[in-house]
């Protein structure tokens, strides 16, 4: 398939009758000399590696910060100081701060990095006062929060994005521009997952963020402090979107396919509790804690278009980091756990090759452009394209390429699976949070080297 | 775990109150000089291979073959001439002349290599014949098929064993010694299937094994004669065993564990289609015929003992063979598709490590000292193991390794999958074979040196 230009994308989508509404009349930037305004809500160590890269831009202004924590705010003080910009705002003291700095009325988007309990609200206050809205992966926890953030986006005209920045790794990149040229044939089926050991994430000694100690809840520091109480209480694939995002862009999800139903399986959940008193023995007061996470979640999903899609959720238990991608079709597949592919007719027979040299035959566009502006950022370079295409979309009054249906789709399989660990594995219906669009609704990601 | 004989841990579970129907009464075993007396039913490609390596043996008799193919017959005679043996008596002509083998009385036991559809007639008659039965993978085709072969077996007091190969792979045995020794910690989840190009098996041109061709059925030779029509009439996994039978044995099924419910997903079916049209164009015949068998089908199953397992079948699209097994405990993990483990405390902190080392220094016993015996045998050997372990337990009137429950809950995987794809993925309930049992019935797989 050639690849448009967005323009030219949507230009066709109209003309073909299948105009969707990609230009929301309310859509209102208030324009600096091109800067963006940016507010961000929640400025721990992820909202402080977003806010590193939209302060080191020179098309952002960004003239407040909303957090509850007095440490994280120094560092963020300190970011504005290294990059020599002038001091933000700060908004601070109560949780609720944050609708104050939502009050401002030279604010054009919000960044929300907080805890995955405050999405919801936050974005919901966020869209209410006419500001668009970049939210961290989870966009809430139930599924009606989720289709009242997708309303309430359609209704204001205003822009959600997730900002999902493992669809912008190197390598799945590669993958989703030969999958786009044919390589694979047609997709049949897909694997990805979280597959991270993240033991020294939800506990630590209160001190450092990670590790040291076997703290969590308000006696730790940073993500242990709220997002270990999610291992207490809740049992499904609690982080689906870093599998999940990739997968659905190479799927054409709500670009004429959709997700259709899926299904989980829980293990036993043994891996917390054992590093507890490992660290800590027997008698440490947490390990009395019981966690309702099982180690492993499995969960498959079935699409409009004859797909399965086999998302793994594993952090509990030690292992090297794996986010387990396979990309199968008629014509051959990729997993990244080997670092292998194989093209019939194109690769020896019955054998894996080497994936490397084909990832950089088919490096993508945006890879090529922005290669050395993304050298530095977060999580090899990805936290650069999920930033960018936040800004320029806004900037050029153009649709999100990871849009609030998107997100919608993705942050819903996590309330749909805990349903369905709970009934034993029970298949659960998928919401069409488009409500019919997805038929034609044009696939805007990474069409070209824009963004 | 310390390794037991099998006659200490026979004594042992006697001792502990939990004898289980070990020693049937009506085992009779027809020795001469110490042979065991077998018939083959079915002398393919597949039951010339076991055949030749009973042949090989100095403890068989076979002085009966049936089949009904003329130039499968004519090789199973060359390997008699080969191996400087008599002659079989040979029963074919019919579907049914089986019977007529099965009504020898100079038969202790036999072993059945035919398509799965025979599987089960034969079996039944074999046992109503008083014959001990060795049967190649796949038990039967419906649940109460496998209610029937369970039941006809515990009421004669014969055995049944199923010749699960994979069951004895070198690194699979190697893995076992580890998780028996404690090295993975508590199980958690695993992971296998059947990842295997089968075009060229499902497609020849009628002179071939393996492909030339896109003929299957009566036009067919081999496999392709019989094995096809099931991807044209079934949906699910039709091909578990293989790597639900090591898993299963990692996992103490039935003998205090067991599995308790699965779910299904089928992706669409295409790979059979394109290859038709890729190797004889869209205008023959076959290019008409409607494959209902899902490119790739996942299944999700749960036990007893809160462990998941995720089984794959993946046999119509081009891709290398890829068994695709992980085992993951509280400790760590071994995947063979990357050759890798982990083990916390052992192996550099989250890092993959090169598996090799590791098999080799946990070599299962059994290997070590059949490793000259097993060399030049099928699949890398693992034939020579199910040979050996089927044929020395009937001598010994032992309980085969894997016996008919261990075969019931591995087989009957099909149907219950079948039943799930077609509902969508719902959850089905897995029978237990053992009627509770399953908690103190020992296991007697690879305990030893002896098979």
Redesign the interface.
């Known amino acids: 398939m050639k690849n448009l230009s967005r323009a030219e994308f949507i230009k066709m989508s109209v003309l073909a009758g299948t105009a969707f509404s990609i230009l929301p009349s309310k859509l209102v930037f208030g324009n600096n000399n091109s800067k963006l305004r940016l507010g961000f809500i929640g400025t721990g160590l992820r909202g402080q590696e977003l806010l590193r890269l939209c302060l080191q831009r020179n098309d952002t202004l960004i003239p407040a910060v909303c957090d509850i924590d007095e440490r994280m705010l120094a560092m963020t003080h300190k970011l504005f100081e290294n990059a020599a910009r002038p001091q933000p705002e700060v908004y601070s003291g109560d949780p609720y701060a944050y609708r104050e700095l939502l009050s401002r009325s030279d604010l054009d988007a919000i960044i929300i990095a907080t805890p995955w309990n405050w999405h919801y609200p936050m974005s919901m206050d966020a869209l209410d006062a006419g500001k668009h809205v970049g939210c961290e992966v989870i966009m809430a926890k139930t599924v009606q929060e989720h289709w009242d953030i997708v309303r309430k986006t359609t209704e204001t005209g205003l822009q959600y994005m997730m900002l999902e920045n493992v669809c912008y790794r190197r390598d799945i990149m590669a993958v989703l521009n030969m999958i786009r040229q044919g390589l694979f ?2 997709l ?2 897909m694997q990805a997952g979280y597959q991270h ?1 993240l033991r020294e994430v939800k506990f630590n000694n209160g001190e450092q963020p990670y590790g040291g100690g076997v703290l969590f809840g308000s006696e730790a520091f940073s993500e242990a402090r709220w997002r270990t109480q999610h291992s207490v209480e809740r049992n499904g694939d609690l982080y689906p979107t870093h599998g999940i995002g990739p997968i659905s862009k190479m799927l054409n999800i709500y670009s004429g396919n959709r997700f259709t ?1 899926l ?1 989980s ?4 959940a ?2 917390l509790h ?1 590093y507890i008193v490992k660290e800590a023995g027997p008698d440490h007061p947490n390990a009395k804690v019981e966690f309702k996470l ?3 979640v ?1 969960t ?1 999903l ?1 699409t409009a ?4 899609v ?1 998302l793994q959720h ?1 952090t509990n ?5 794996s986010l387990g991608f396979r990309v ?6 990729w ?1 990244d ?2 670092k292998s592919l ?3 007719g194109e690769t020896a027979p ?3 090759e080497e994936a490397q040299a084909w990832l950089e035959r088919y490096d993508h566009p945006l890879w090529k452009r922005f290669e050395n502006e993304a050298a530095g950022a977060g999580h090899g370079g990805m936290d650069f394209f999920v930033v960018n295409a936040f800004i320029e979309a806004i900037k050029a009054n153009e649709p999100v390429p990871i849009d609030v249906y998107d997100a919608a789709a993705w942050s819903v399989i996590t309330p749909l699976s805990e349903q369905s660990v709970a009934a ?4 659960q219906q998928f919401p069409d949070f488009t409500e019919g669009k997805w038929r034609t609704k044009p696939d805007l990601f990474a069409r070209d080297d824009r963004y």
Chains 1, 2 share one sequence.
């Open positions: 044939g047609e049949i089926h050991d139903s299904t399986m829980a293990s036993k043994r891996g054992e099982g180690d492993v499995t498959t079935s278009n004859g797909e399965t086999l594993d238990l030690p292992r090297p980091y199968q079709g008629t014509r051959g597949l997993m756990i080997n194989y093209i019939e019955h054998r894996w034993g594995g029970a298949v």
